[in-house]
């Protein structure tokens, strides 16, 4: 399985979660239905903004489908750049890893 490192997670003007690999792209991860999605400009994966589910949720839901769909699994660094993350949202996001 591969392996690339976070380097940024956003909360968008939208609400939606970014989360920036450093190396990986993954343009196709849409076909996997499961609402992850690929912004090409920013080069993240992205969740729709939360209505029923939390921040944390679909940042596991995110790393979850890479894993299990794209063989590749993200992980956090201490250099990770948090950009509009609400510091208890971090705070539970960094208690996963």
Known sequence: MDRDRIIKVEI???????ISPNM???????????QVHWNQEKQTLYSPKPTDWTYVHWYNHILKVVEEEC?????LTDDTNWINVPDNV???ITKVQ
């Open 12 to 18: 968008d003007s939208l609400g939606c979660l970014h």
């Open 24 to 34: 990986k792209k993954f343009t196709l991860v849409y076909r996997t239905a499961k």
């Open 71 to 75: 063989f590749c699994e993200l992980y």
């Open 90 to 92: 971090k705070s539970e």
